[in-house]
């Protein structure tokens, strides 16, 4: 199966509103004027539609202003000023990490860039290189790769796993969801080899009635998993994010 990559505690977050949980805060983050496109016969009314939602999105502005590589960085920003699972002199592990913006957050948060922690971003795509990352083009599913992370891992464990990846989609509802699934039950088995008691696990899924299999896998590991979705994920979307903490050990 082939995965498509996705695409710090510091000041750009510091604008993060408490009722909402938005790292966007109030109205200093929106758009004063919408912007509308003229209808080209050349293109389609979907990708006349999304081209205006990207042009409106306040969090893709905002990741352009601050230099975030994708607005799904803000959805990282937001579950962890939540719940605070990226800590400094922690090791991260980033799966589908292109084009980075997940690994540009976890990099600030856990203050890699100087050295403290580590981030590690893995995708089947290249990906530009990252201050405070260390990233290889690699599938994780292949064999040896848990055998590879462990060795690049300071103390041969990480403490949070990450994953926004998605599966490529063939247009069939069903046959989507349960490739997207599939590529969360990997992701979590992978985390469930790497973690290091006490680790974290971040996951995106979607809603669909196939989780059961993945929720079960992880309360038998974790101490606590909850559903998570943070405001820059789409309200119109079924993503979702699944967040297990407390990993009990391999043992």
């Known amino acids: 199966m082939r995965m498509k990559g996705k695409s710090g505690r510091g000041a750009k977050s510091k604008g993060a509103s408490k009722g909402s949980g938005s790292a966007l805060g109030g109205a200093g983050g929106q758009r004063d004027l919408t912007v509308r496109l003229k209808t080209a016969r050349s ?85 530009e290189p990252l201050a405070g990352v260390q990233s290889a083009t690699k599938d994780f599913m292949e064999d040896g790769a848990e055998d590879w992370l462990r060795a690049q891992l300071k ?34 088995h992978f985390a469930g080899d790497v973690l290091a008691p006490g680790g974290a696990f971040l996951c995106k899924v979607f809603q669909g009635g196939t989780e059961r299999d993945l929720l079960d896998f992880l309360k038998q590991r974790f101490s606590a998993v909850r559903h998570v979705k943070p405001p820059a994920s789409r309200a119109d979307s079924a993503e979702l994010y699944v967040l297990a903490t407390g990993f009990k050990g391999r043992g």
């Open 43 to 127: 293109k389609k009314p979907s990708s006349q539609r999304w081209l205006e939602r990207q042009l409106n999105d306040p969090y893709v502005s905002a990741a352009k202003r601050a230099g975030y590589r994708s607005r799904a960085a803000y959805k990282l920003i937001e579950i962890d000023d939540k719940h605070r699972f990226l800590k400094s002199g922690g090791r991260v592990v980033d799966l589908g990490a292109a084009p980075g913006g997940w690994s540009q957050v976890a990099a600030e948060r856990v203050q890699s860039i100087g050295g403290r922690g580590q981030v590690i971003a893995i995708d089947i795509l290249d990906m």
């Open 155 to 188: 103390g041969g464990g990480a403490d949070v796993v990450l994953s926004d990846m998605a599966a490529s989609t063939v247009g069939h509802a069903k046959t989507d969801h349960l490739r997207i699934m599939m590529l969360a039950e990997a992701a979590a």
